[in-house]
Nanobody, 115 residues
Framework: QVQLVESGGGLVQAGGSLRLSCAAS????????MGWYRQAPGKQRELVAH???????NYAGSVKGRFTISRDNVKNTMYLQMDSLKPEDTAVYYC?????????WGQGTQVTVSS
């Protein structure tokens, strides 16, 4: 059973930066398309960025140019560098597989951006 643990969230002012981490219990990043999702209060969970096993990346329009997804297959860790943060980025952020059956969801990490 794969376990995912997200960390790195916090409270930041608009325009600031945060770096999120997603640690996995196994070597999943080299064989799966993995992504960062977020869920704001009262809204559905949305995919904001994903990275393929080959390293190709894709971003939602709302974060393109501000967020950067990356991974370290040796450390079994995926990252989300978030720059120029906006209040609308406030949400709980999760990592998981993209396409196919989800792994068990982690607890997520809260990101709060103040204006």
């Amino acid at each position: 059973q794969v376990q995912l643990v997200e960390s790195g969230g916090g409270l930041v002012q608009a325009g600031g930066s945060l770096r999120l981490s997603c640690a996995a219990s196994g070597s999943i990043f080299s064989t799966n398309v993995m992504g960062w999702y977020r869920q704001a209060p009262g809204k559905q969970r949305e995919l904001v960025a994903h990275i393929t096993s080959g390293g190709s990346t894709n971003y939602a329009g709302s974060v393109k140019g501000r967020f950067t997804i990356s991974r370290d297959n040796v450390k079994n860790t995926m990252y989300l560098q978030m720059d120029s943060l906006k209040p609308e980025d406030t949400a709980v952020y999760y990592c998981n597989r993209v396409g196919g059956i989800y792994f068990s969801w982690g607890q997520g990490t809260q990101v709060t951006v103040s204006s």
